[in-house]
C-alpha cells in the first residue's frame, strides 16, 4: 500500500513546481494541477476500497522512530473514508472553479492545493501539534484562496476570517501547551487515558483545544465570519469549505473526543444542536443564496458534532457514529456542494436571481440534493435522523428532539423556497409571464448531477443495509425513476403505462394484505390507477408529471403494507415529497406548495417521534399515551383536521387536476388508515382520557361546518371541493374519534364513500375547468347540455355526497347520527346537521353554477369532457350506484373488518335491513320505493305533456322584457350574500391567521438575531471571544 | 301478518289517494281562513283542485330542457316518497304506508331529495329569479335544520329511538304522554322550525311574490306546476303527519290525524297573519338564536 505520506510529497512538490511549470504556459501548469487532484483522488478512492475489504488499521511513524518521539499518522476505514469525502469534493468544488483557477495567477492553483493537503494532514495526523499545523495550513490556505480572484467583498471575508481563525489558533496551542506540560506527549494516543487529564487543569487544558476546533466548526452565534466569508466565496471555493473542510475538522473532532469527559461532550452536543436549530432559523430571513447555504452549512455541521457527541455520551461503539454522523457528514457534503455548485450554475451573483431554469435531469438532480439535505427519505440524512431521534428520546432528551425537528423544518422551508425559485424561475408568482426559458448548463450540471446520484446510491444502500429488500419497498423509487427515464414518451402512453404500473403493484401487494388493509388499498390503489388514466387528459408530455405521481401513488402503496415504522414512515415522507412536488407543479403552486411542505415536515416529525416512543415497531410495541398524541398530531395535520387545516385548500386547489382530486379523493384516506392503525399499536388511550377524545371528536365535528362553511363561500370551483373534502374528513375524524363498532363502521363507510363521490366531482369540474378554460364557477353556466356525461357524475356526486336518499350518502349520514347519539355526542350530532344542511348549499351553488342557468356564448360550442376523464367518473359512478342498491356489498366487508377489533355489534344486518339500538334502514327497499314513486311520477309527466317547445335560451320570463346578455342574467356571482351577512364572520380565516402569527414570530425572531451578525470584523472577533467564555462557564469546571 | 306486496301497494295508494285530497283541502281552507282574517271574501276550499285540473289540462308551451322537466317529477316524488316513509296511523295496516323502509332520518332526509331536484330543475330554467329563491331557501333550511336537530336528537334521548312508530307508541295512553306535555321544549323548538319549513310569514322570503315572483317555480307552468301544486297537498301533509307523530301523540284513526294536523298547519297561519317578513340573514339569525338555545335546553335536560 502507497504510505499516505506519499500525499503530502506530491502535493507540496507540485506546489513547488506549478509556478516553474506555468512559465511554460498555463496549460502545462493546469495539467499538472488536475494530475495531481485526480491522482489524490484515485489513491483515496485505492484506500477506501482497501480497508473496506480488510479492515484494520496503518500506522506510519515518521523518520522511522516510535511516538512519541516522532509525529504518528494513522490510516484506517475511517480515515481514508473521510480522505475519499475530502478529494471527492476538493475535484467537484475545482471543476465548478475551473475557469477561475485558470485565469488567475497560479497561485490560485496552489493555494487550492495547499488546502486540500490541510485537510488531509487534519484527517491524518495523530499529534496536537501537528494538528495544529496542518490547521494553520489549511486555515491560511482558505484564507488567501477567498481573496484569489482580487474581489473586494472576498478580501474583507478574508480578514474577518483570518482574524476569528488566529483567536481559535491562539486557543488551541494554549491548550496543546498545557496538555503536554500535564501529560508529557503530544500524541494523542499516549495521552488518551494519561492521569494528567484528570482535575481541573486538565479540563481546562482540554477544554481550550475543543473550544478552538468547535469555533473552526462555525458555531452559532460566534460564527458572523464563516457566513460572511461563505457569501463572498466563489461558490466552488464555499462548496469546498462546506463540504470539505468541515469534514476534516469535524473529524478532527472526533479525534479528541477520548481526551474529553462527559461535561466537555455535553457542552460539544448542546452547541452544535443550538448551532443547527438557529443557524436554520436565521436562515429563514436570508435570500442571498450563497449566505443561505453559508448558514445552512454552519447548522449542517453544528448537527453532525452534535451527533458525534451525543453517540459518544449515550451509544457504547462506534457504529452509531458511523451510522449517524457518517450519514448526516456524507449526506452534508454531498448535497451541499451540488447545491453550491447549481448555484454557481444557474444564478447570476448569488443574489437569488436565476439565468434560468434547469431542464429535467438538472431539476430532479437539484430535488434529490435538497430533499436528501432537509433529511427525507431515501437519502442518508434520512436514516440517521430516524436512528439518532430513536436513541434522544430514549435518553430522554427531549429538548435535544426538539431542537432537530425545528432546525429541519426551518431549514426545509428556505431550502425549499430556494428550490422553487431555481426550478420555477424568476421571484413572484406571474403564470401569465412567459414561463422562464430553460439553461442549458452543460459541463456545469455533472457536478450536481454526480452528487445527487452519489447520494441516491448512498441512500440506497443504507436502505438496503437496514432490512429492506423487499420488491415493495423499492417499488415507488423505482417507479419514479423509471417514468423519468420514459418522461420523453406522450402523455397519453405514460397514463396507461402508469395505470398498469399501480395495478400491477397491486397484484403483488394484495395477496399479503389484511382485510382492512386491502379496503385502503381499494381506495389509494384503484384510485391510484383510476386517476393515473384520468392523467391522460391533457395533451403533451406533462413533463416531470408521472415519475412523482407513481412514485406517490406506490409510496401510499407501500405504507399500507409496511411491517415497521420504519418501512412505513419512509413511505408516508416520501409520499409527501412526492405530494409537494406535484402541487408545485400547479401553475400557482408556489406557495400553497410550500405550506403543505411546512406542515407535511412538521407532521411527519411529530409523527417520527411519536413512532420512537412507542418502541418503533408495529405490532410489537407497548401502549404509550404519548406517542399516541404525538402520531395522532401528525396524522391529524395530514389529515387537514381543523386547525391544521391551512395548508388543505391551497394544497388540493393548485395542483393539477387530476392529482387534486386523488388528493382529496384518495390520498387523504391514508391518514384514516394510519390513525385506525396507530390505535391498534399504542392503545386507545391518549394523554387526557375520554375527554381528549372528545376534543378530537369536535376537532373533526368543527372541521365539518367551518369546512362547509368556507365552501360555499367560494367562488373557484376547486377551493370549494376542497374546503368539502375537509369538512367530510371532519365527519370521518368524528367518527372515528368514537372508537367503537358503530363508530368505526361509520368512519370506513364514509372514507369509502367520500373516495368515489369526491373523485367524481373532481373529475367532473377537471372536465369543466378543461373546456372552459376558468375554475371560476360564475364564468361557466349552462354546461348541462355540452357536457351531460359530465353532469351526470356530478350530479350523483351531490345526491351522494349531500347523503339525500336513496343513494350512498344516505347511509353515511344514517350511520353517523346513529352512532353519534347512540354514543351519547348529541351536540356533535346537532352540529353534523348543521353541516350537512350547508353541504347542501354549495352543493347546489357548484352544481348551478357551472352546470345549469345560462350558458356563455364563448361555451357554446364546448365538447364533452375527454374520455380519459369521463371513463374513470362511470367506473365510480357505476360502483355509488351498486353500493346504494346494495349497501351490503361495502358494509358487509367494513363490519367484518370493524368487528375484529370490536366485537360489540351496535350496527348488525337484519337481511337487507341495517339494524341500530335506535332505529333502522333498508337501504334496498329505500331505494326500491324510490325509484317506483319516480317513475310514476315521471310517466304521469310524460303523459301529461303536450305539445312542449323547447325554447332558446332567453326565453324566459322576465318581466316583460328580454335579458341582454347570459353574464347578467346567471345568478351566480356571491351566491349567497345573505349567508355570509349573517355567519360569514366565522370563517374569516382566524387558523390561517394564527398560523401567519407563528410563521411572523418565527421570521422576526430571526430578523432580531441577523442583527448579531453586523459584518463587522471586531465584532465577530469579541462574539468568539465571548463564546469560548460561555461555553467554558458551561463546562461547569470547580 | 303482513299484507302481501301487492296489496301493500294497493294499500299505499289508497293512503296516498287521502292525504292528497286532505292536503289540497286544508291549503283550500287555510287560504279561505286567511282571507277572513284579512277581510276579505277568499277563494272556495276547492280551489287547489280547480287549479290542479286547470294547470294540468293546459299545453306545454315551454321546456328548457331535460333537467327542467325531472324537477317537478322529483319535487312530486319527493313529497310522495317522503309520505310513504312515513307510518301515518298508528295499528293501520292501509296507513302503515313502506315505514319499513327507514327510520325517522330516512324521513328527515327525503326531504331534501325533492327541494334538491326541484332546485335543479329550477335552475335549468335559466331564470336568476329561480336562483335567488333557491338560494334564500336552501340558507333559510339549514339554519332551521338545527333547532328541528335538536328537537329530534332530544326525544331520540327521551324516547331510546328513532323508530316513529315506537315513537308514537310510547305516547299512547292519554294526552299527557304527549312528547308536547313530556318534552315541551323540543315541542316548542320544532314548531318554531316547523315556521321555516313551512315557508309561511314571517319566512315567506323564499317565494317573495313581490321582488322574485314567486321563486323556484317561476319558469314553471301547465302540468309541470300541476306537479307542484299536487306536491303541496302531498308532501305538507307528510310533514303533518310527521309532526303530529312526533310530538302530538300520533293518531289511532283518520279523524284524529285530520284534527291534529289541521291544528298543526294552523300554528302556520296564526303566526304569519301576525307578522311581517323576515330578510334571508335575519331568518338565519334568528333560527340560530333562541330557538337554537330552547333546542340545546331541551337536549340537555334529558340527556344530563
Known sequence: MVTPLAIFAAFLATGFLLPLADKLGRRVSATLFWALLAGFAGLAAYYLASFVAAPGTLEIYTGGFEPPLVIALRLGLEESAALAAVAAVALLAAFSMRKALHEAPVSGMMTFLMLVMGLSGLVLTRDLFNLFVFLEISGIAGYALLGFDDRRLAMSAAFKYMVAGGIASAAYLVGVIYLYRLTGTLNLDLMIGSAGLEGAAGAAAVFFVLAALLVELKPFPANGWAIDAYEAANPGLGALFSGAQATAMLFALYKVFPLLSDAHLAVVMWAGIVTFAFSNLVGLRQTATRRMFGYSSAGQVGFVAAALAFGARYVEGSDFAWLVAGGLLVNHLLAKTGLFLLSAAFESDGDGSMKGRPGTLVAAAAGVLVAALVGLPPFPAFWAKWDLVRVALATREYAFVALVGAGGLFEAWYLFSWLVRLVKGGADETPEAAPVPVLRVGADGVGPVLAALGIAALGGLSAWTRGFTDPLFWAPLAGGLLFLALDRLPGKLKALLATAAIAAFGYFALPSMSEFQKLFALMILGGGALHAFAGGYLTGRRAGHFPLYVMTVLSLGYALVAESALGFFMAWELMALGGYFLVLQGAKGRSASMIYLAFSIGGAFLMMAGLQLGGGLIGGAAPSPAALALVGLGLLAKLGAFGLHVWLPGAYAEAADDFSSFFSASLSKVAVFALMAALAVFGEALPGGELAWRVVGWVGILGAVLGALAAIFQEDAKYALAFSSMGQMGYVLAALAMRDQMGWTTALYLAATHFLYKGMMWLSVAGASLRTGTRTMYLMGGLIKRMPISFVSFLVGIIALSGVPPLTGFGGKWLLYHSLIAKGWYFEAAASFLASGIAFLYLYRMIHSIFLGQPKDEHRTVKEAPFWLVLPQLLLLVAVIAFSVFPRLILDPIMAVVGARYPAAGFAFEGQTLVSSLGYWNGLLTIVVVVVVFVLTFIWMVMNLRKPRLVKQFNIVFAAERPFRPETTHFAFDFFAPYRRALGFLVRGRSEKAWTAVAGLATSVAGAIRRLYTGNGQTYALHVVLYVGILYLFLGVR | ?304
Open chain 2, 1 to 304: 301478518m303482513e299484507p302481501s306486496i301487492p296489496l301493500r301497494i294497493a294499500y299505499a295508494f289508497a293512503s296516498l289517494a287521502v292525504i292528497t285530497v286532505y292536503g289540497l283541502l286544508l291549503i283550500g281552507s287555510m287560504a279561505r281562513i286567511s282571507a277572513k282574517v284579512q277581510g276579505r271574501v277568499g277563494q272556495p276550499v276547492w280551489q287547489p283542485f280547480i287549479d290542479i285540473v286547470k294547470s294540468s289540462g293546459k299545453r306545454n308551451s315551454i321546456s328548457h330542457g331535460v333537467m327542467f322537466w325531472l324537477g317537478p317529477v322529483f319535487r312530486l316524488a319527493g313529497g310522495v316518497g317522503t309520505y310513504m316513509f312515513v307510518p301515518a296511523v298508528l295499528g293501520s295496516v292501509v296507513f302503515q304506508n313502506f315505514s319499513m323502509s327507514g327510520d325517522l332520518l330516512l324521513v328527515m332526509y327525503f326531504i331534501f331529495f325533492g327541494q334538491l331536484g326541484m332546485a335543479l330543475g329550477a335552475s335549468e330554467g335559466g331564470h336568476p329569479y329561480s336562483a335567488i329563491g333557491v338560494s334564500r331557501g336552501l340558507a333559510q333550511m339549514t339554519a332551521f335544520e338545527v333547532p328541528f336537530a335538536l328537537s329530534i336528537i332530544s326525544i331520540a334521548v327521551q324516547y331510546g329511538t328513532l323508530d316513529i312508530t315506537k315513537i308514537v307508541m310510547a305516547q299512547q295512553g292519554g294526552f299527557l304522554n304527549w312528547t308536547l306535555f313530556t318534552n315541551p321544549l323540543a315541542v316548542v323548538a320544532a314548531m318554531i322550525a316547523f315556521l321555516g319549513m313551512s315557508g309561511h310569514n314571517p319566512f315567506s322570503v323564499v317565494i317573495a311574490p313581490q321582488e322574485i315572483p314567486i321563486g323556484p317555480p317561476t319558469e314553471y307552468q301547465s302540468n309541470l306546476l300541476g306537479m307542484l301544486q299536487t306536491n303541496r297537498a302531498v308532501f305538507n301533509g307528510a310533514k303533518l303527519v310527521l309532526y303530529m307523530n312526533l310530538f302530538f301523540g300520533g293518531a289511532t284513526n283518520v279523524p284524529v290525524m285530520v284534527v291534529k294536523t289541521f291544528l298543526i298547519y294552523f300554528v302556520n297561519i296564526f303566526v304569519g297573519q301576525a307578522f311581517p317578513r323576515f330578510r334571508t340573514d335575519q331568518a338565519i339569525r334568528f333560527f340560530l338564536g333562541v330557538p337554537t338555545l330552547i333546542g340545546i335546553a331541551a337536549v340537555v335536560l334529558f340527556a344530563f
